[in-house]
């Protein structure tokens, strides 16, 4: 069965401070990883996916097999990133989310 | 192009009432999907449609039916609500390489 564990439920982070989200997950076979976002009274959007090695709004996600972790990261934090992050993967035709870190931007 | 439409945004029922939500997409997207969002819980899958004609149970299926009216359709029924129903549930489309998932904007139903 598919698994995602995001181990902080909060995190708060003070302006130009680098961020890190941690993502475990477990699954047999070859998983394909997302980062969805929430922003405030916005709808759940796809921040980015391991499979486009893309960086969005300066965040970065690099997929380390051996630790079965996709943490996302961005060096310098801005008031802006505060949202609610979900690490996600597909498998099986599902999605399986994760329970969400909610990352709070110090001013 | 509005994406994924979800009706009502907030609904309030009394225990035992029933209710549909709506959710249509004009993406032409095969998959379809019901969530529920709760504190603590992130959000779990309750039913998945791969394609038009199926449907399939997700991870908390207990307590409510679904209905793949068309490819563009997907509707939830809650045949008798209960207060552990209570939860923004977000409908949410994808295409066939599931790269791209699109949420509607969320029901938030309080069950009394």
């Known amino acids: 069965a598919q698994r995602v564990t995001q181990p902080e439920k909060l995190l708060s982070v003070f302006k130009g401070a680098p961020v890190e989200l941690k993502c475990n997950y477990s699954?047999?076979?070859?998983?394909?990883l997302f980062w969805y976002v929430q922003y405030s009274r916005q709808r759940l959007q796809l921040l980015l996916r391991h499979i486009s090695r893309e960086s969005i709004k300066g965040f970065t996600a690099d997929l380390n097999k051996g630790e079965t972790s996709f943490h996302l990261k961005k060096p310098f934090a801005q008031e802006e990133d505060s949202a609610m992050y979900y690490c996600v993967t597909f498998g099986n035709e599902k999605l399986t989310f994760g329970t969400g870190t909610r990352l709070t931007i110090i001013p | 192009n509005a994406g994924v439409t979800q009706t009502p945004k907030f609904q309030v029922l009394k225990t035992g009432q029933s209710m549909t939500l709506q959710c249509a997409q004009d993406m032409n997207h095969n998959s379809m999907y019901w969530y529920r969002q709760d504190p603590g819980m992130g959000l779990r899958l309750i039913y998945y449609s791969a394609s038009e004609g199926t449907t399939d149970k997700g991870e908390v299926p207990n307590g409510y039916n679904v209905s793949r009216l068309n490819k563009r359709e997907f509707s939830l029924r809650l045949e008798s609500a209960a207060p552990s129903q209570t939860s923004v549930y977000f409908c949410?489309?994808?295409?066939?390489?599931?790269?791209?998932?699109?949420f509607g904007n969320g029901t938030r139903l309080t069950v009394t």
């Open positions: 699954y047999s076979g070859s998983p394909e």
């Open positions: 949410a489309s994808s295409d066939l390489s599931y790269l791209s998932l699109h």
